[in-house]
């Protein structure tokens, strides 16, 4: 089978001839510089790097092509960078870097102290209110957007091939940009006291999600490339270690239509998508809300947070969802663990999910700046021997 035969079978809920893995697909299944750097010197291989950083802020690359085709890595990412331009957009003072994002969120990084880069400002956290503030956002210009967009997509769409394609997001999702452009205690709040600025606000990222997806959509189409994308990836960390971050009504309520606008948006123009989405922590309970609102594939699949046992996951959803990632805890044993625990935990997990396909091998988030070069080599030895079906 070639990668895009692989994905799609197993996205079919059937066992292919190895398990597909991807690295760096998406900007939540990828590896950190300096990680990669390593692991990749570790075995005397080339530690080129292909694109510059897609994400900058959570300091996310993408490895050559070289590379991504010795690792058998079957995904190859579709989208925007997260900041767009960014060697000309990034503002240089001494050791510190600054960006600003696409909804003026601004980020600090200092070399040599920094693992990634902090938040330092959000746009509208000192105003009196959400509701009457909403105003003071940036808005987008979208003709500049769009073509670099353009431009980054015909680069991309070269290395694709019989890779599967996945068109990934542009922006955090909906809670995860709200707290950054309101301020984390502030938007708590705005929660209880504020319900109707929420919604604009969840209203105007929507608006924007759509408008990127169409941008996108609108380009595979008049390329002749829309049967490449085989999955669209979302997101949004909905849940906590123990529990989802707001109560599940007020999620089904407030924030999961809003997922099936987008959801049901994108594959009434692609049909035949598969939607991905990323959200950590504690969300079991949500779970058949999400597949009702047309959630295909569930990222991370964090196994140690409370009720993400794996073995009900894949009991209980199995025939629905596909499971992307889970492959090893990146909490503990992948940075921590010994070479062994890593390999132990690679083979315990692909006993639970492998089994009738719909799992795709990737860690539990982006392999971190903490990992070592062994680790990532025990777990990718593992996967190439103990895989296959």
């Known amino acids: 089978m070639n990668s895009r035969e692989r994905i799609q079978t197993t996205l079919n809920h059937k066992e292919p001839d190895r398990i597909p893995y991807d690295l760096a697909g998406t900007t939540v299944t990828a590896i950190t510089k300096n990680a990669y750097l390593r692991a990749m010197q570790f075995r005397g291989l080339s530690s080129e790097i292909g694109d510059d950083e897609i994400d900058p802020i959570q300091q996310i690359i993408t490895p050559s092509e070289e590379n991504l085709i010795l690792l058998k890595a079957d995904t190859r990412r579709l989208g925007a960078k997260r900041i767009p331009d960014y060697q000309n957009a990034r503002r240089v003072s001494g050791d510190t870097i600054e960006v600003t994002d696409f909804y003026g969120c601004k980020w600090k990084f ?17 105003a009196g209110s959400l509701s009457g503030s909403l105003h003071l956002l940036p808005q987008p210009d979208w003709d500049s957007y769009i073509k670099i967009l353009r431009q980054n997509l015909n680069e991309q769409i070269g290395k694709v091939g019989n890779f599967a394609g996945i068109a990934d997001r542009n922006t955090a999702g909906l809670t995860e940009n709200s707290l950054r452009i309101r301020g984390y205690e502030n938007w708590f709040m705005d929660t209880m006291i504020d319900t109707d600025g929420v919604e604009a606000l969840f209203e105007r990222i929507v608006d924007d999600k759509l408008r990127y997806w169409d941008a996108i959509i609108d380009w595979a189409i008049e390329t002749g490339n829309g049967h490449k994308i085989q999955v669209i990836s979302e997101c949004d960390d909905l849940g906590s270690q123990a529990t989802t971050i707001l109560d599940p009504d007020t999620l089904r309520q407030m924030i999961i239509p809003h997922f099936k606008t987008i959801f049901t948006h994108v594959k009434k123009r692609l049909p035949h998508v598969k939607t991905f989405m990323h959200s950590c922590g504690a969300i079991r309970e949500i779970l058949p809300d999400l597949i009702e609102a047309g959630l295909d594939i569930l990222n991370p699949v964090q196994f ?86």
């Open 304 to 389: 140690t947070a409370a009720g993400m046992d794996l073995k009900e996951l894949k009991r209980d959803f199995g025939d629905v969802l596909t499971f992307w990632g889970g492959g090893v805890d990146t909490q503990s044993t992948l940075n921590n663990g010994s070479s062994q625990q890593v390999a132990d935990q690679v083979k315990q997990i692909i006993d639970i999910l492998a089994p009738g396909g719909g799992f795709v091998f990737a860690p539990v988030h982006n392999i971190q700046e903490d990992v070592p070069p062994e680790n990532f080599w025990a777990m990718w030895d593992t996967l190439q021997e103990y895989g296959k079906y």
């Open 110 to 126: 200092k070399q040599g102290h920094d693992i990634y880069f902090n938040l330092f400002d959000s746009p509208i956290e000192r």
